[in-house]
C-alpha cells in the first residue's frame, strides 16, 4: 500500500468524507479519517497473516489444486464487496473487502509456490518456481496500468477498479480444473499411485514420466510414513533447524529490506526531479516495470548461477543503492543533478531487489523442505512475511520522521541478511548446492 496511486487514495478519502457525512451528519475529523484510511490499509495484512495460518492446512486436507480453487472463491466474495462499497455507501464492506482478499493473498502465496514446485520437472525447478515473482510483479504493474486515471483511476470506474480481483480468479476457475493434482501429494499424503501415474503422464509424458515417479517413491520410501507435521513441530525438530531459520531470516530480510521505504519516496524523489505531479504515475510504472523485468530475469539466471549468488549479490548491491541515494538525498539541494541520481539509485534498487532478495525469497522454502514438512514450513514463512509487512506499514511512517529521511537504517539491515546468509551457508554443508543426500531436501 505504500506505492498505491495517489489519487486513488483521493479518492477513497473523499468516499468516506462523504459516507460520513451523510451517514451522521457532521464532517469526519482528520484523526478519524487518519484511522478509518489505517484500518483499511492494515486490515489486508491482517487478512494475509490469517490466509498464511490456514493455508497449509488447506493444502493437505483438500489437496493443492482444491486449496487453489477455494481460495478463488474468497476472491470473487472480496471483489463483490468491494466494488458494491461505493454505491451503497457502506465503507464497512470496504474493511471486510479488503479483510478477505488479504486472507486469499495468503492462502495463494503458501499454497501457489508449492504446487508449482511439486509439480515442476528436477530440471526446471527453480525456473519454474520463479513463476510466483514473476506473476505477482507482472500483477503489482498490471495494477499500476489500469489505475492510471485514463483507465480505471477515475473516480467513476474506482468500484470496478477495487473489484478487478474477480477476473484471476475466474479465469482460475476456468482452467485450473483442467490440470492434475500434485503428483507429490497423490503419493505421499494421500497414497494413490495409480492417480500419481496418471499425473506424472500429464505433465511429463508417457516416455519421461518414470523418471519423476522413481524420485517421489524414493522420498516416499525416505519418509516412512511420516505423517506431515504442523508448524510449531518444526520448532522442535533438529533436522529441519537450519532450513528453518533460512526461510525466517530470508522472509523477514525480505520485507526489512526497504523496498517499500523506496516506493514510499518515488513520488517524492520524482518530483525533485522536476516531473510534473501529472506524470508521475506514468514514471512510476517504470518501478513496476523493473521489478516484473528482474523477476523474468532472474528465473532465467536461478539455475545457472545459483541461488546463494544472486541471493548476497541482490543483497550488497541493494546496500549500495541505499548508500548512494542516502547522500543523493541529503545534498540534493547543493546541485541540479543530484535529485536525477535519487531517480537513479530507485530503479537500481528495485532491478538489484527483483534480481536476487525479491526473486528468490518465495521459491526457497519448496526446495528446502520435504513433502512432510512443507505445508508447515509455507505457514511459518508466510507468518513471518505477513507479520513483517503489517509491522513495516504501521511503523514506517514513524521511522520516516525519526529518521527525517534517512536510509543507513535499510542499509544495516541488507547487510546484517548478507552477513547471516554467511554465516547460515558456512554453519550448514547442505544449506544451498544441490543439497542433501540424505533424503532431507527437495531442490535440484
Known sequence: MLHIQHFLLQHIHRFLNETWTSRYHKELSPDLLTFLWSVIASVFSLGGLCGAFIGGSMAIRLGRKGALLMNNIVAILASILMGISFPTGLFELLIVGRFLIGINSGIGICVQPLYIGEVAPKHLRGGMAMGTSIFLTGGIL????????????????????????CFPAFAQLLFLPWFPESPRYLLIDRGDELSCAKALKRFHGSSEYRREMEDIQQERFALDGEEPQKPWQLFTDRGVRWQLITVIVMTMGQQLSGINAIYFYATYIFEQAGISAEKIPYVTLGTGACECLTALTCGLLIDYVGRRYLIIGGYLLMTLWSIVLTFSLTYQELYSWVPYVSMTSIFAFILSFGLGPGGITNTLTAELFVQSSRPAAYMIGGTISWISFFTTGMLFPFIVVFLDGLLVLQALCSLLVRVLLNELSDSSPAFWPGLSTENKFFIV
Open 142 to 165: 498490471t495494477g499500476q496500468i489500469i489505475g492510471l486515471r485514463e483507465l480505471l483511476g477515475g473516480e467513476t470506474y474506482c468500484p470496478l477498479l477495487l473489484s478487478s480481483s
